[in-house]
């Protein structure tokens, strides 16, 4: 049998979850003989889809999270060193002819 599982969770698996509860309370020997595997079998079912689509969502929240902290980080770029950062360029060309002529 499962343990305790998080019903908010698993929110679209609770009726499947009471279900197998239910079945077991009913008779010792219906949970001894595996009468209750059906029950169970789609409550597999049930979670490891329920456990990959919230992966897949987090997954997905985690890649727009990331485009947005790079824009933001390009904003600031473009900010202090201006457009295509041309400011940047000029400075490390400096840089590289100062380091050249020593």
Avoid: W
Avoid at 32 to 45: I, Q, S, T, V, Y
Avoid at 49 to 66: C, E, F, W
Avoid at 68 to 92: P, W
């Amino acid at each position: 049998m499962h343990p305790q599982l998080d019903k908010v969770r698993f929110d679209p698996c609770i009726a499947l979850m009471d279900a197998l509860e239910e079945c077991h309370r009913q008779e010792f020997m219906k949970k001894a003989l595996g009468m209750c595997n059906f029950e169970k079998d789609e409550l597999d079912k049930c979670l490891h889809h329920t456990r990959v689509n919230n992966a897949n969502d987090r997954i997905r929240q985690s890649k727009l999270r990331q485009k947005e902290v790079e824009q933001r980080r390009k904003a600031r770029e473009e900010e202090l060193y201006g457009k295509n950062n041309y400011l940047k360029k000029v400075i490390e060309k400096q840089m590289e002819q100062e380091g050249s002529n020593k």
